[in-house]
């Protein structure tokens, strides 16, 4: 059965992250492979906010999968920053969803040692494209409430 929102799906959201050792290289410095996962919590929690998870979305045989994705990185993120990843829906059509996101610095974990950067500073900004398909592997229209 396709779930349905309890509430608007909001345009844009944003969730804070401690960025963990794990996620980092031997000099600090967040690895580029743990930015595609930030992005998909800022993505989850909209649709959680409206109460979708994707899980609900897969249980019906909707999937969401990233077509495109753009990161610049502009300054290096570090092990303990706090970051907030900021999600914003930029446009769509019947099959797939647009995503901007910026990856903004709250709370630097190195407390200024060598440091340019300053609370606030967009650390990076990424793009991405989800197209809509079936379990079939098959192209097919998003939900009405969640094409734009």
Known sequence: MLPSPTSPI????????????????????????????????????????????????????????????????????YYDDLIEVRTRVTGGSKVKIEHEYDLALLEDGRHGERSQRHTGDILAAASTTLACIGAEGRIQPLPDWLAR
């Open 10 to 77: 909001p345009a844009e959201g944003r969730i804070s992250l401690r960025v963990r050792y794990c996620e980092c290289d031997p000099m600090g410095v967040a690895h580029h492979a743990a930015y595609a996962p930030w992005l998909e919590i800022g993505r989850t929690e909209i649709l959680r906010d409206c109460g979708v998870t994707y899980a609900d979305l897969e249980r019906a045989g909707v999937f969401l999968v990233i077509v495109k994705l753009e990161i610049r990185y502009r300054r290096p993120i």
